[in-house]
């Protein structure tokens, strides 16, 4: 089976703080995605990523960055992380095939509460 | 991409049918429709796509109408594990936008 894994279910960090989100996935896949969750605004993308060291902004890139070193890892960075990225974020990956399929493979989460 | 219309809710009694509509009118030659469902405190789930023809997996069944501008997804019998947000979506390709999506309660 696909296992997607994110280093934390939950974080909690300060105002300001630097945050690394890490994602791993064990399948291979190229294509790497970063959702973030909040209730009444169902998922949004934030980045997207189709091969090592390629990064596509989503629809709501502000405040975060990406890192794609390795075809494995996906990690989303909040450089100064504010009250307003609490939120539960996902990480998913899928194949070139998957692509059209629409078929992602998602990470149990990461809740991040910024204080 | 286009825009899917899906019930906020839905209740199902456990072990009987579930029919979970989505209607997608401006759905474009294209467009596959993909469903997906979250189970409390998980991330979301694939459970099946189609085109134009219906299709059959494990999971659940997808009912695609004549003119794509409307879908149906079945679970033949729904257990209470089955209670989860299924989200309706459009694409031709990744990545996908997810709406709010329908919150089935299963009743045992």
């Known amino acids: 089976d696909v296992k997607v894994t994110q280093s934390s279910r939950y974080l909690v960090k300060r105002t300001g703080e630097k945050v690394f989100l890490e994602c791993v996935q064990d399948?291979?896949?190229?294509?790497m995605f970063w959702y973030r969750q909040d209730p009444g605004l169902g998922l949004r993308l934030i980045y997207f990523?189709?091969?090592?060291?390629?990064?596509e902004k989503g629809d709501i890139p502000e405040g975060y960055s990406v890192s794609r070193e390795k075809k494995e890892r996906f990690s989303l960075i909040l450089e100064s992380a504010s009250t307003n990225q609490t939120s539960m974020y996902l990480c998913?990956?899928?194949?070139?095939?998957?692509?059209?399929?629409?078929?992602?493979?998602f990470g149990e989460g990461s809740r991040l509460t910024v204080l | 991409d286009a825009k899917t219309t899906q019930p906020n809710s839905m209740e199902s009694n456990e072990e009987e049918p579930v029919h979970l509509p989505c209607n997608h009118s401006?759905?474009?030659?294209?467009?596959?429709i993909h469903w997906y469902r979250q189970l409390p405190s998980q991330g979301p789930e694939y459970v099946i796509h189609?085109?134009?023809s219906n299709v059959n997996n494990r999971m659940a069944s997808l009912a695609i109408a004549e003119d794509r501008k409307s879908s149906t997804l079945i679970l033949h019998r729904a257990t209470l594990r089955d209670a989860a947000v299924y989200y309706c979506?459009?694409?031709?390709?990744?990545?996908?936008?997810f709406g709010k999506g329908t919150r089935l309660s299963v009743i045992a």
């Open positions: 189609g085109l134009t």
């Open positions: 990523s189709y091969d090592v060291k390629m990064k």
């Open positions: 399948m291979d896949h190229e294509n």
């Open positions: 998913a990956s899928t194949s070139p095939a998957g692509r059209r399929s629409g078929e992602l493979f």
């Open positions: 979506i459009l694409s031709v390709v990744t990545p996908l936008v």
């Open positions: 401006t759905i474009s030659g294209t467009d596959y």
